[in-house]
């Protein structure tokens, strides 16, 4: 069976949620058995869902049947999304490909039906590298907050089920007194967040927390701010606790890289090693490798969890698998002379001011950094747009970026917003910002 699952005891709890609900090793095998009985024909379903132990029990045993295929989505979808879903995949009578295991929305994609067409083979390789790096035991006990339909919270489930750990999740929101009488009563032994759950956490003072159980915290999600990622590393090297930033896409089931605990605070900001059974390498603009440390190109990896492609209709259900095992991930990245790679920016997200390569990225780390505020950085060859939500801060975003790039004024516009469009996980979504 799919992860091993039926090789765990049958009486082992597998999840449990914060309403004090649970689902067995044994629970998840036999509603596998009962969908491969009741369909006779791999078919597909759309499933709303949200952080609770049944949603997560109903998707697992999809999957461990490898006869019902989801596309997961929010319970909260919007309606005229979902339409869009059901008219384009709804009609579960067409054939599906026999690897493909699930789907789920293109990260950020708000808005449109482009989905992640997800084998197997994915499944298997995310569960096996994820709990090997991260070296989880059967006695784990991980805390689950990012969404069921976020391949880095479905990532949670395979690592951990795959040995035979008890995942706990909750809807609950970590400002709630309830949230962290869950997290002492079920003895959390790991907490898995995005940079926007990291900076709840700052703000709730976490470090003063007595959370003795609580062994390992891990980042992935997106660039987390310095000065945060180093408050984290440090603390956690202060208290015996290991801090490990992590790196992926959805396109490959949640993980390519990790950066091991031993380096956390003297590489901070670094994505790290490709993860086990994975592997990086970097190419130029016209396709060369890269075999200099410290030579910026795009950054690409090799491995088994990397998806088969994507679909935009029902038809490309059928499809197999187009990308082979490797994929360009679009970041630009450079590694040093231990093998750790550095993102430094997204293909495509540079302008080329007054002849000069601007990275957008590099400029919205710039400004939270000088200017302690959220931003955006978008706009075309002839002046960066930068949006912001604070109006006093206007002189001093656009003096912060005269002085780092030593551009003049007129090649920056700093506009003000009420707040920075993001979707569900906390990235921006640029292209509801204009960019002209």
């Not at 597998?14 to 006779?40: E, K, M, P, V, W």
């Not at 795959?162 to 609950?172: D, E, H, P």
């Not at 956390?264 to 130029?284: C, M, Q, R, T, Y």
């Not at 969890?305 to 095992?325: P, Q």
Request: aromatic residues 10%.
């Amino acid at each position: 069976m799919l992860l091993g699952l039926d090789h765990i005891p049958a009486n082992r709890i597998a999840i449990t949620d914060s309403d004090g609900l649970s689902f067995t090793y044994g629970d998840i095998c036999r509603q596998a058995a009962n969908l491969r009985a009741q369909y006779t024909e791999r078919t597909f379903v759309i499933e709303l869902v949200e952080n609770t132990a049944e949603c997560a029990f109903k998707i697992m045993s999809m999957l461990a049947s490898e006869r019902v295929v989801p596309l997961i989505l929010n319970k909260k979808t919007e309606t005229s999304l979902l339409e869009q879903f059901t008219q384009l995949y709804g009609n579960a009578n067409h054939a599906i490909h026999p690897m493909l295991s699930h789907l789920l929305p293109t990260s950020g994609s708000t808005g449109s039906p482009k989905l992640i067409r997800h084998s197997y083979d994915n499944i298997e390789a995310a569960g096996l590298n994820i709990s090997t790096f991260f070296d989880i035991k059967p006695n784990d006990r991980p805390l689950m907050v990012l969404p069921l339909y976020y391949t880095m919270g479905l990532s949670i489930l395979f690592s951990h089920l795959r040995v035979g750990a008890t995942v706990l999740i909750t809807n609950l929101s970590m400002t709630d007194a309830a949230f962290w009488r869950f997290v002492r009563n079920e003895y959390a032994t790991s907490f898995t967040g995005v940079p926007y759950s990291y900076h709840i956490l700052d703000l709730l003072r976490f470090y003063r927390m007595d959370l003795p159980e609580l062994e390992l915290l891990t980042q992935g999600g997106g660039k987390m701010p310095h000065d945060l990622n180093l408050k984290f590393a440090t603390y956690c090297q202060e208290h015996h606790k290991r801090w490990i930033a992590t790196y992926g896409q959805s396109e490959c089931t949640a993980r390519m890289a990790y950066l091991p605990a031993k380096w956390a605070v003297e590489k901070v900001g670094s994505i790290g090693i490709a993860v086990p059974n994975g592997e990086f390498s970097l190419i130029d603009e016209n396709g060369n490798p890269i075999q200099k440390p410290h030579t910026e190109g795009e950054l690409c990896y090799r491995g088994k969890n990397v998806t088969m492609g994507y679909a935009t209709c029902k038809d490309d259900l059928l499809l197999g698998d187009l990308r082979n095992g490797y994929i360009q991930t679009g970041d630009i990245a450079y590694f040093d002379e231990d093998g750790c790679y550095y993102i430094t920016g997204r293909k495509g997200r540079f302008l080329k001011l007054f002849g000069i390569r601007i990275g957008l990225d590099e400029c919205e780390q710039i400004i939270q950094n000088t200017c302690q505020t959220e931003c955006a950085c978008v706009g075309t060859d002839e002046k960066m747009i930068v949006y912001v939500t604070q109006n006093n801060l206007i002189e001093r975003v656009k003096e912060a970026l005269i002085q780092t790039t030593h551009l003049v004024a007129t090649a920056f516009e700093i506009r003000v917003i009420n707040q920075i469009p993001k979707n569900t996980i906390g990235k921006k979504i640029y292209s509801q910002l204009d960019n002209k």
